[in-house]
């Protein structure tokens, strides 16, 4: 057996984590970002064993609660709850709690009193995750507020760049598409930053946020002048409603200009690879032979997805027992 | 009979007469009736005399902006309730927004609001009656009967006119009647969705910004709809350096032309807000330190001539949301001359400037007999002591919500005595 107890901080490996919740990757230190990333080297090995699991979180209780549908990311943190042996309970909002007539900080009340260890939130609100980690006395992972933060999809988007580069150190970056909603792009430029790791954004203007310059190192709105010499492609989802004619005049011309195609990604380096955080609307930011081409390590994201939240799970629960 | 009443060995800070001398002042029938500049008065037989040496004697407060949640809404705030925490905080008359349910559009409202007020409430209550029928910006409401019923000025609250004809023809109309028209600054579909001051800090927390072009563009509009109308305008409140800079140039050339500030945009900036704490989410939004700073110029230089509470209580129910869920706006009423009096602390602005800008400027607004200390005037009077150290504690606030912007803060200032026509309506007791 490889050593899965030493890769999971049981043994001494890891030092405790000292965060109590995982809000925001503005809140780690450089040091925890590495540990999350090494913890969730042993999840893969793991993942990848013919008996899934670990006993980590036996006895413990998670519960996902997800005020707006993501079927990716929730069945991600179900796996790799159910992986470390908690027992995991979905919790669907479908309507808001405001349309309820109960305030987020009611619903914090009710779920606590359900005695939780681990709370997975995803909320449309930024700062709706964050509000609630401070009515409960568990543990909260961020799983996306709003434009605001998806910590966990930065650490498994950096755990696949480390997997496919061998090494963070030195590469370059380029995050293509809408900067300015994305969640995925903050908490990317402020891992990325926080390691040194040289990023840009690429976007239409539109798409570009007041004072992105000061997040990213460089900013493009040329997509071909963005990614040249890039190591890492990392595209985002455009949202339906950004193509109403306001922020782009249309899909096609969005594609035309923004969306990855061999010409536009012949400008990178040629063992760049492609990255999404899915789902992806092929032909309209990705070109389809792309999406599911050699250089792309999609599927890897949701491969490390798995591990990173198993390694998150398991570096705050253990935690939070310390005296 | 009421006894007169002596106020003794105060320094009077009267702005309106650019006095700040000691003295004493006689009152008699809820009026001033005489006054001794720079020595000691002499007492009438059965007078009875405050000494207030050590404290500042200025007119009671003129509040230009503050929400009450009666009718409709009395759970936030009653007029009794803001009256309250109004003479507490030194304010002697408080200008009411229309912001009701239903809204104050109707003469009818009018008289109403006033009757309870002067039943209910230990401060001067003065309505401001909508400009547009319902708030809804489409009709103008009847300017006339509103007057006659004893409405201040017109205003459509927190809701601002979007049509420059609407706004045209309101202003002439005003003109006509000689009302003052009190005007929000929002451009809505520059602001859109936007929660906070458009910039790195609303990037960096995720949160959709507003831009400073949201005011700048409404106001230079109304600034030349003034000019050709003649109005007395006031904007409502500004919170950028564009705004000061469109003003200073406005007023050159027409002096029926004002501005104010909420007292939140001149202590507070956007980095107060931290993590998405939703008692800073206000409107306009607080904005950059470059922008505190050039407003706080603007109240120097005479660009903005009056500072408002924008007391808007507002119940926990809607304010423990998250940040871009929850409702604008912060109580205000109880700490507006203490957080005032942190830019006099901090040397930013001369006591002077900051107490016209809550007493004789309103009252030359409105066209009020109040705000000032001279013979003949009511007798709306505040002591207070502008070294007292305080801490502001929601537990010890008159109004009926808690949702205040300077919660914690540490205070020097503070209200000891308000009278209000004559009458002892306030007195500081020492903390317990």
């Known amino acids: 057996m490889p050593q899965q107890s030493s890769r999971t901080g049981h043994s001494g490996d890891f030092p405790p984590f000292q965060q109590r919740h995982l809000i925001s990757i503005a809140d780690l230190q450089p040091h925890e970002i590495i540990d999350l990333l090494d913890r969730a080297e042993g999840m893969i090995e793991v993942s990848r064993q013919e008996r899934k699991s670990l006993p980590t979180l036996s006895g413990k209780t998670q519960i996902n609660l997800f005020f707006e549908p993501s079927t990716r990311t929730q069945s991600s943190f179900e796996i790799a709850g159910k992986r470390l042996g908690a027992l995991v309970v979905n919790m669907s909002v479908k309507t808001s709690s405001v349309s309820k007539?109960?305030?987020?900080?009611?619903?914090?009340?009710?779920?606590?009193?359900?005695?939780?260890?681990?709370?997975?939130?995803?909320?449309s609100a930024a700062g709706a995750v964050e509000l609630l980690s401070q009515k409960v006395g568990c543990a909260v992972i961020n799983a996306g507020d709003g434009a605001h933060e998806h910590p966990t999809q930065a650490l498994l988007d950096a755990l696949t760049i480390r997997n496919h580069k061998g090494t963070l150190a030195g590469l370059t970056v380029a995050i293509c598409g809408d900067i300015a909603n994305s969640r995925v792009a903050r908490s990317n430029l402020l891992l990325l930053g926080a390691l040194n790791v040289r990023t840009r954004v690429i976007a239409p203007r539109t798409l570009l946020p007041a004072g992105i310059e000061n997040l990213a190192?460089?900013?493009?709105?040329?997509m071909e002048e963005g990614l040249k010499g890039a190591d890492v492609v990392m595209m985002l989802r455009l949202q339906h409603e950004r193509a109403n004619g306001r922020m782009i005049p249309s899909v096609?011309?969005?594609?035309?200009?923004?969306?990855?195609?061999?010409?536009?990604?012949?400008?990178?380096?040629?063992?760049?690879?492609?990255?999404?955080?899915?789902?992806?609307?092929?032909?309209?930011?990705?070109?389809?032979?792309?999406?599911?081409?050699?250089?792309?390590?999609?599927?890897?994201?949701?491969?490390?997805g798995v591990a990173v939240r198993m390694a998150v799970l398991d570096a705050l629960l253990p935690a939070r027992n310390e005296p | 009979m009421i006894r007169p009443l002596i106020i003794d060995n105060a320094r009077i800070l009267d702005p309106a007469s650019n006095t700040d001398q000691t003295g004493a002042v006689l009152i008699e029938d809820g009026r001033i009736s005489d006054l001794a500049i720079g020595g000691p008065a002499g007492v009438p037989d059965g007078a009875e005399v405050i000494n207030a040496q050590g404290m500042v004697l200025a007119p009671g407060l003129i509040d230009m902006r503050v929400f009450v949640g009666e009718p409709g809404k009395e759970y936030r705030e009653t007029l009794a309730s803001a009256g309250a925490a109004a003479v507490a905080g030194g304010v002697t008359s408080f200008v009411m927004m229309p912001d009701t349910t239903p809204a104050v559009d109707d003469g009818a409202l009018v008289d109403f609001l006033i009757r309870r007020a002067e039943a209910q409430s230990p401060a001067r209550i003065l309505p401001?009656?909508?400009?547009?029928?319902?708030l809804a910006g489409k009709e103008i409401t009847e300017f006339g009967l509103l007057k006659e019923a004893g409405a201040a000025c017109l205003s459509d609250g927190s809701a601002s006119i979007q049509s420059s004809a609407l706004l045209r023809s309101a202003m002439t109309y005003a003109a006509n009647f000689d009302m003052p028209l009190v005007h929000q600054l929002t451009d809505a579909s520059l602001a859109g969705d936007g929660v906070m001051n458009e910039g790195l800090f609303a990037t960096v927390l995720g949160l959709k910004g507003i831009p400073r072009e949201a005011e700048t563009i409404p106001l230079a509009r109304d600034l030349q709809l003034a000019a050709l109308t003649r109005v007395n305008y006031h904007a409502a409140q500004v919170s950028t350096k564009g705004s000061v800079d469109l003003l200073a140039t406005a007023k050159s050339n027409n002096s029926r032309v004002s501005a104010g500030i909420s007292i939140n945009n001149l202590c507070l900036n956007e980095n107060d807000i931290g993590r998405y704490r939703s008692f800073f989410k206000l409107n306009p939004p607080l904005r950059s330190e470059d922008d505190r700073r050039a407003v706080i110029d603007g109240l120097r230089s005479g660009a903005i001539d009056t500072i408002h509470s924008d007391h808007d209580p507002q119940d926990s129910e809607v304010k423990r949301q998250p940040f871009a869920e929850a409702s604008y706006g912060a109580i205000g009423l109880e700490t507006l001359l203490a957080a005032a009096l942190r830019l006099v602390h901090s040397g930013d602005v001369e006591l002077m400037t900051i107490l016209r800008a809550m007493t004789s400027r309103p009252a030359e607004i409105l066209g009020l007999e109040t705000g000032r200390i001279a013979r003949g005037a009511p007798a709306d009077l505040i002591l207070f002591d502008l070294e007292y150290p305080w801490q502001v504690t929601e537990k010890t606030f008159r109004s009926r919500s808690r949702n205040t912007s300077f919660e914690g803060a540490r205070m020097q200032g503070k209200v000891m005595r308000t009278l209000v026509n004559g009458r002892t309506v306030f007195v500081h007791e020492e903390d317990a």
Do not use: C, W
Not at chain 1, 112 to 123: F, G, I, K, T
Not at chain 1, 257 to 286: C, Q, S, T
């Open chain 1, 101 to 123: 007539g109960e305030t987020l900080v009611d619903t914090a009340a009710t779920l606590n009193a359900m005695r939780p260890d681990v709370l997975v939130v995803r909320h």
């Open chain 1, 252 to 304: 096609r011309e969005y594609y035309r200009f923004y969306g990855l195609d061999e010409a536009k990604l012949a400008h990178a380096k040629p063992d760049a690879i492609v990255m999404h955080p899915g789902p992806m609307n092929r032909g309209v930011e990705i070109d389809p032979a792309i999406a599911d081409g050699d250089r792309s390590v999609i599927t890897d994201q949701v491969e490390m």
């Open chain 2, 128 to 134: 401001a009656a909508a400009i547009t029928r319902g």
């Open chain 1, 217 to 222: 190192t460089e900013v493009f709105t040329d």
